[in-house]
């Protein structure tokens, strides 16, 4: 199954990522939900509520984190019998990012967290310098989130 | 499990010339549950990919009916891997040179495996 990215200097990068660890599922997203990369959903309707569930988790674990005065939420891990479930959130150059990772018992979660260090670092030296960007507006979102969505499953 | 003599039994593996570094490592999350690392050694990394090859050693071992997994061995020009699978699902690692003693860093890597049981 390939990977699909909003823009290409992603592809490397999570593909890379879901080679070595082995994850099954991997999204890439801003921590409002808008997905930048994605591998292994085949549906957009399922990508759509993976991230705005993720996006969900993230914000709220992040809050708990701030009421206990704590750094930012980095990464967060659930285990279930068969699928462990890892959430990490991390800088880059365009902005903070979210990396929602579904595996399997074919890996583990300390492959999962290793790589993610991998890949953190590859997408910041892949990422192309960009010009700053302007207030995001509602209709700008929309129309932002309908054509992720449509590259992602063109 | 017994925690209070994890760093003790690792001590007594560090303690054999050429080890670099001896781990305990929980073998199906791949993640360090202690280390005696020298610098330079990335313990997390040792650790998720020594869970991760004990376990594919362990299914191939099955597939030729070689029983129970005991004891693994990666010759690298540089050094050498250890592994030794404990109770409870935990992984004795050691991290050696190329000149060490494997029989005797096997030795205090099975008493550690006892010891931490």
């Known amino acids: ?154 | 499990m017994k925690p209070e003599r994890l760093h003790p039994a690792l001590d007594r593996i560090t303690r054999v010339r050429g080890v670099r570094g001896a781990m305990v490592v929980s073998a199906e999350d791949g993640l360090v549950v202690a280390d005696a690392l020298m610098e330079g050694i990335r313990g997390n990394a040792v650790a998720a990919l020594a869970g991760s090859l004990a376990a594919r050693l362990a299914r191939a071992g099955a597939a030729a009916a070689a029983g129970e997994q005991r004891f693994v061995h990666l010759a690298a020009d540089g050094g050498a891997l250890l592994l030794l699978p404990g109770a409870d699902g935990l992984l004795v690692v050691a991290v050696t040179d190329q000149h060490v003693n494997v029989g005797l860093a096997r030795l205090e890597m099975q008493r550690a495996a006892e010891d931490i049981a």
């Open chain 1, 1 to 154: 199954m390939k990977s699909r990215v909003v823009e290409p200097w992603l592809l490397a990068p999570v593909d890379r990522f879901v080679r070595e660890c082995g994850a099954r599922l991997t999204l890439i997203m801003t921590p409002s939900g808008q997905v930048l990369a994605q591998h292994g959903f085949t549906r957009a309707v399922e990508v759509m509520s993976a991230a705005a569930l993720g996006a969900g988790i993230a914000a709220s674990t992040g809050e708990i984190v701030r009421m206990l005065d704590e750094p930012d939420f980095r990464v967060l891990n659930h285990q279930s019998a068969r699928h462990g479930i890892f959430l990490g959130r991390f800088a880059s150059s365009r902005g903070p990012l979210l990396a929602l990772v579904v595996y399997g018992a074919d890996t583990s979660i300390g492959l999962v967290q290793l790589f993610f260090e991998d890949l953190v670092a590859d997408l910041e030296a892949a990422a192309p310098v960009v010009a700053p960007r302007g207030p995001v507006l509602a209709a700008d979102f929309e129309r932002d989130l309908n054509e992720s969505l449509a590259t992602l499953f063109r």
